[in-house]
């Protein structure tokens, strides 16, 4: 059942709710950091009746102990005064049980409140949750209150084993009528509009699938409604009421001989490249496509899906007259899509000048380049010695060499190249190879064996964010290439995984490691996080030898062969985490993994277990038949945060690489192959129903379970130092110099580096002693609606709108900042607030502002049947919306700009773009002068201030705090007297960084840190620049064992000390 807000713009003024929905509200919140939506829990910042509180755009929900409140708010702008309009309505639980209310899946966000709660305390550390739960409301049935993927809120009623439906009874007050339409959905009118909770649906799941429960909704009275289960159910099985993770699903198929699936990839708009084999005649290839028909017994397939699932773009058969079929697929960011896999046919399309024109043995393996429409192969080459190779992995660099890896059975001739790992098959019966062409396949670049004197597979090849190559597979090799230092230095079993990582060059092995225990272990996929660390998946038929961490949701094997995934540090030399995933049968395996930009591992694989661990939330509870599909998500933590069963009555599998999971963006898309006539399709999918002879494609696209943070574009509206048109974190050469600084070289230039020296304190936190947030009230400006040329008018800031609260105490009303007109046209309307500030000269430096935001904001457009729109995320700040909205980056030295970018496919109505409240953080002391009225860009408001405050040298070492690792020279490392707890290495905390910079290890996934620094004697000076950091009278230094003969608190004997390019200290002591 969702809520879906429909917009109705009433020019009435409802006084009395408008009370009630501010009499709701106490506190008004210094900032958010989290862009999901949220409930947060009331501590003070909330009338006492309300237990949590969350939001959609511009309706508040509050949830109360006998039932829910819905609050909206609409603003009405009449020239210079802004009015706001309120409607309340109640959705009441009528005769409950005596019920528990908790939150659940909490945040890592904590808000703190400029307000005071009833004993004078500041309200800090308010939690944030992910779902509400009203336990037992009834007997035997509980409530859930979540929000969907794109924001909109959901409820689910659990009914357990002897539920009496009957009972169940919801009561509207404050709307206007509610009804049932012919489509089922129940439609509740407010005096600002309707909305619509859904039809609801339901299911039991059974043994070998699910049985679907007709229930509806049930008018009790004017504004009274519950539920009605219609035929036969089982009341001693719970029923799930409206699960609805399914987007659509699709058979993708012909009616002769079989479909296999292998791989996919996702291009930018959503569309599936989908990468297979078929044994039909008639796969439903498309006119203009580069081959319409089979040429042999079994061929390659390459097929685009559109991203609604409706249709196929595109289809074409790849091979020759023999047995061909694909093993990886990748599409590349110029849209040319190229492929892997292995050919027995002779006759194996290549390209002119192909690097090996016809097969060398019984079967080579290929690569391939097709373009992106479907039409044109653009580059195609054999790969092989004398006798068998399979081609399994492919992938590409920014200089458009193309990669394959595979394994050759004892062929002693696969092409190598000078410089070679290895250059020679080492002897085994199975070997590996990596190998890299030019990019239309006309040379090798590179080639060598990978291999011992045993058997290898090598199947998987990845690049991390600076092109070194990750290679994986299995072996049974004591004497494969392994490094000094590595995880497992010697095969534990049977067959062990193999994770290797080479140079981009692919001359000098990095690391590599055995992963594996005294029975048997394969590597299926691998992927590899930003900052180098390796997650891999498989299968195991070890009972407890698989090497497990502390934090697996899975300790020990279920079964006699269960799927496996791990984790390995940056440099091979630990693994970071490792858990079984399995049932009690014999067949368990994991075969695609994804890392997500979240951090989350997503796993697809296939179970016969009907055990098969799944969570509450699961799309399919229970095992269909045979072999299922599986899909589960694994936590950061390592806990297992999603898993649900995807499958039909009859086998839904896959041979070594046949499935995968993609997920993009809010949706995940997973794929496969079957033989059910039930797996899951939607109304309207290309192909609905199943009427293959053998087995047929499926894919589908589902809400994707982990939280999906959209990607900070800061480098797309950064600083550009050298005004060459490269923001700082794509230049090479960021300032001229022919340096782009990354004092840590953790891959992020140290000018969108948040932790410049990985010491685990954020830059932020070490470059000033104070942290100042202000929030302002500027007076209004208008540009006259529908005409974004004219000259702004500035409205009076002592009058109409209050007195502006330029000391930073938030004592006067918030007031709209500034409003913008739009006009119906696509155009650029560039808006700035401006700030002018001084800071000593030092440009660079972006003036100490760490942030602005504007807290409130929408787009009230002037149609009278039109929405308001709300522009803003939970963090204040603009976000990308389907309508170019965006906020632009600190634009260099004193001037803080937003850019609103009207350039969109749909145009705008005239209307007015509201900024009713702006905050700005710095980590200067600021002092606000009297604002101007103008200034040289007279299209905004500007507010000056001055700021003094140099960066922070605590022991005058010519190295700032913030690139210093031992501050305050006392010989014990910042991370270590910070309090994070963290491991660390010479003073940096191991285990890589996020996507700003800071150590993974602490880490709030939010820009900040999850941890408070330490200050054990409470003088306000933290331990790092704290030189008696417990004040008892001996500085740490000597209680750190180091001498001080001059005592002052330091190591060395020099004033200021010599010290290393990290701060350390050089002259006498560490």
Not at 232 to 249: F, H, M, N, Q, V
Not at 397 to 412: C, D, K, P, R
Not at 896 to 923: C, H, P, R
Request: aromatic fraction near 10%.
């Amino acid at each position: 059942m969702r809520l879906q807000i429909r917009p109705y713009l009433d020019q009435g003024i409802i006084t009395l709710l408008m009370l009630l929905c501010i009499g709701f509200s106490k506190a008004q919140h210094s900032y958010s950091t989290s862009p999901s939506p949220y409930f947060e829990e009331n501590k003070g910042q909330l009338a006492d009746e309300v237990l949590f509180q969350g939001r959609i755009g511009d309706t508040e929900i509050r949830f109360l102990e006998d039932g829910v409140s819905y609050a909206r708010t609409r603003p009405i702008i009449n020239g210079e005064d802004t009015l706001v309009e309120c409607a309340v309505w109640n959705m009441d639980f009528i005769s409950p049980s005596r019920f528990n209310v908790h939150a659940a899946r909490k945040h890592t966000t904590q808000v703190n409140y400029l307000k005071a709660d009833a004993n004078g305390d500041m309200i800090g550390s308010v939690a944030r949750y992910a779902e509400i739960l009203y336990t037992e409301i009834y007997p035997h049935i509980d409530l859930r209150y979540y929000f969907e993927k794109d924001g909109q809120l959901k409820y689910d009623l659990i009914l357990k084993p002897g539920f009496d439906l009957d009972k169940v009874a919801f009561n509207y007050q404050g709307v206007e009528q509610i009804g049932v339409d012919s489509s089922g959905n129940l439609n509740v009118s407010t005096p600002f509009g309707g909305y619509i909770d859904k039809a609801p649906f339901s299911f039991q799941n059974e043994v070998r699938g699910q049985t679907v429960i007709d229930i509806s909704y049930k008018l009790l009275g004017d504004r009274r409604f519950g539920f009605s289960l219609n035929g036969d159910y089982d009341r001693s099985k719970p029923i799930i009421l409206d699960p609805g993770a399914l987007i659509w699903g699709t058979y993708v198929q012909s009616s002769t001989s079989g479909e296999f699936y292998e791989n996919i990839d996702i291009d930018s708009s959503g569309n599936v490249i989908l990468g297979g084999g078929s044994l039909s005649t008639n796969y439903p290839t498309t006119p203009g496509v580069y081959q319409l028909s089979n040429a042999g017994s079994r061929d390659a397939t390459v097929t685009k899906i559109s991203a609604d699932g409706t249709t196929v773009l595109w289809a074409t058969y790849f091979g020759g007259s023999a047995s061909d079929n694909i093993s990886d697929i990748f599409l590349m960011p110029t849209g040319e899509i190229i492929f892997a896999g292995t050919t027995n046919s002779t006759d194996l399309p290549v390209t002119a000048s192909a690097f090996q024109s016809s097969i060398n043995g019984t079967q080579d393996a290929y690569l391939a380049k097709i373009s992106g429409d479907g039409t044109a192969l653009l580059a195609s080459t054999y790969f092989g010695g004398s006798q068998s190779e399979l081609g399994f992995g492919t992938n590409f660099n920014s200089s458009g060499e193309l990669m394959l890896v595979g394994t050759t059975y004892a062929s002693t001739d696969v092409p190598v190249t000078a410089g070679a790992i290895q250059s020679s098959n080492p002897g085994g019966s199975r070997t590996g190879f990596f190998c890299k062409f030019n990019t239309d396949l006309t040379n090798l670049n590179y080639g060598t064996y990978f291999g011992g004197s045993n058997a290898e597979f090598i199947t998987n090849i990845r690049l991390d964010a600076a092109e070194n190559i990750y290679l994986s597979g299995s072996t049974g090799s004591d004497n494969i290439p392994i490094t000094t230092g590595a995880f497992q230095t010697t095969r534990a079993g049977f067959d062990d995984v193999i994770v290797c990582k080479l140079d981009p060059t692919a001359t000098s092995i990095m690391y590599s490691t055995y992963v594996g225990s005294s029975h048997y272990e394969s590597c299926h996929a691998l992927d590899v996080s930003p900052s180098g660390e390796v997650v891999f998946s498989g299968n195991t038929h070890s009972a407890s030898g698989f090497p497990t961490t502390p934090n697996a949701f899975q300790s020990s094997t279920a079964g006699s062969g269960d799927g496996m995934v791990g984790r390995l540090s940056a440099d091979g030399s630990s693994l970071l985490y490792g858990s079984y995933i399995g049932g009690s049968q014999t067949l368990d395996e994991a075969y695609s993994i994804y890392l997500d930009e979240s951090d989350y591992i997503h796993l697809l694989g296939r179970t016969q277990s009907v055990d098969f661990i799944t969570t509450p939330d699961a799309f399919d509870l229970s095992h269909n038949g045979n072999f299922d599909l599986y899909y589960s998500v694994v936590h950061p933590n390592g806990s297992l945060h999603y898993s649900t069963f995807i499958g039909g009555s009859d086998e839904d599998r896959n041979n070594l690489r046949g499935v995968s999971v993609h997920p993009f963006e809010e949706h995940v898309y997973i794929a496969g192959y079957t033989r059910s006539s039930d797996m899951p399709t939607t109304s309207g999918a290309f192909q609905e129903t199943y009427f293959a002879t053998d087995f047929a494609l499926w894919l589908g696209k589902f809400d994707n379970p982990a939280p999906y943070v959209s990607p900070v574009e800061i480098c797309d509206n950064g600083l550009d130092d050298d005004g060459d048109g490269l923001t700082d974190c794509y230049d090479p050469d960021c300032n001229g110099s022919g340096l782009c600084p990354d004092n840590d070289s953790d891959g992020f230039t140290d000018a969108i580096d948040l932790d410049d020296d990985n010491d685990g304190i954020l830059d932020m936190d070490e470059r000033c002693s104070d942290i100042n947030t202000t929030t302002i009230y500027a007076a209004q400006v208008i540009y006259n609606s529908g005409d974004p040329q004219v000259t702004p008018q500035y409205g009076d800031p002592t009058q109409a709108l209050g007195a502006p609260d330029w000391d930073g105490d938030v004592t006067d009303n918030p007031e709209q900042f500034v409003s913008v007109g739009l006009n119906g046209a696509n155009l650029i309307l560039a808006w700035a607030a401006d700030l002018y500030a001084t800071n000593s000269g030092d440009a660079s430096d972006d003036v100490g502002i760490l942030e602005v935001g504007i807290v409130e904001s929408s787009f009230v457009s002037l149609r009278p049947t039109a929405a308001t729109k709300v522009l803003l995320d939970d963090q204040g700040l603009l976000t990308s919306d389907a309508n170019g909205f965006y906020q632009i980056g600190m634009a260099g030295g004193a001037t803080v700009s937003f850019d609103i970018d009207a350039v969109t496919a749909n145009a705008f109505d005239a209307g007015e773009l509201l900024f009713d409240q702006m905050k700005i953080t710095t980590n200067e002391t600021v002092s606000f002068t009297t604002p101007g009225t103008a200034g040289p860009d007279i299209d905004a408001v500007e507010v000056y201030f001055s700021i003094s405050c140099p960066d922070r040298d605590t022991d005058g070492d010519s190295k700032p705090d913030y690139l210093d690792l031992d501050s305050d020279n006392d010989g014990i490392y910042d991370s270590v007297e910070s309090g994070s707890g963290e491991a660390q290495t010479a003073g940096v905390l191991d285990g890589g960084v996020d996507t700003v910079g800071i150590p993974l290890s602490v880490s709030d996934g939010l820009s900040g840190v999850d941890y408070t620094y330490a200050d054990t004697d409470s003088d306000s000076t933290f331990n790092p620049y704290d030189r008696d950091s417990d004040g008892d009278g001996c500085d740490d230094v000597i209680e750190a064992g180091f001498p001080d003969s001059d005592g002052d608190g330091q190591l060395g004997g020099l004033v200021p000390p010599t010290v290393d390019q990290d701060g350390k200290v050089t002259s006498g002591g560490l």
